[in-house]
């Protein structure tokens, strides 16, 4: 069974600062795996979808990376804001199954 | 629609009471998937339909629980007899194919509450 874990729980980082989530997963056969963030009380956003075959991906200020062979993800988040405060949440799809498999997120907090 | 759509947002329900959560997916979309975020909880999946295809029930903790997906589109997800421990936020994505790297697109959510 998938097992995905993120790290850290929790991060209160100061406007302004870079900062990377992290995500690891126990079975390397993923057909992709996918950001999300969850404001409270919301739906879940997608972020970035990385493919099997890809390494990374990038939106604005945001940028995942995706290696396989050691089960890990990486979340980057440059000149942080305000507004980035969020649950940041990862999902990956198996091979051998169709469900998103969940981490517990990171919930991050950005000071003024 | 332009997304995912869910209702009603909020639902609060007496104990043993049925009730019926809707989902309308992206238009065009094959896949739909049910999931359950409790408080303080990760998501926890439900059930996943593709197409045609028989739907995948694994997730669906017990016999209480069923969904149905009409027409290839419209979903519902149905709790019989309600309990307290079924009070959640449920979530319903879709995504236009499963497998090989599609995005998955969830709605905002039905908060169920069961007093």
């Known amino acids: 069974k998938q097992e995905v874990t993120q790290i850290p729980a929790a991060l209160s980082v100061p406007e302004g600062e870079n900062l990377v989530l992290n995500c690891s997963f126990t079975?390397?056969?993923?057909?992709?795996l996918q950001w999300f963030r969850q404001d409270p009380g919301k739906g879940l956003t997608s972020l970035l979808l990385?493919?099997?075959?890809?390494r990374e991906q990038t939106s604005g200020r945001l940028n995942a990376s995706l290696d396989k062979s050691s089960g890990r993800s990486t979340l980057y988040i440059a000149a942080s804001q305000p507004g980035d405060s969020a649950t940041y949440l990862c999902a990956v799809t198996t091979n051998s199954g169709y469900a998103l498999n969940f981490g517990k997120g990171t919930s991050l907090l950005v000071t003024p | 629609g332009a997304g995912v759509s869910q209702s009603p947002s909020n639902k609060v329900t007496e104990k043993g009471k049925d009730v019926e959560l809707r989902c309308d997916p992206i238009s065009g979309h094959t896949a739909l998937y049910w999931y359950r975020q409790s408080l303080g909880q990760g998501l926890e999946f439900l059930i996943y339909f593709q197409g045609n295809s028989a739907p995948d029930k694994s997730g669906l903790p017990s016999d209480r629980f069923s969904a149905e997906r009409t027409g290839g589109s419209v979903s519902t997800l149905t709790i019989q007899r309600t309990q307290q421990e079924d009070s959640a936020v449920y979530l319903c994505a879709s995504s236009a194919r499963t497998g090989t790297g599609t995005e998955a697109f969830f709605g905002q959510g039905t908060r169920l509450t069961v007093v």
């Open positions: 990385i493919q099997s075959s890809q």
């Open positions: 079975d390397s056969a993923i057909y992709n």
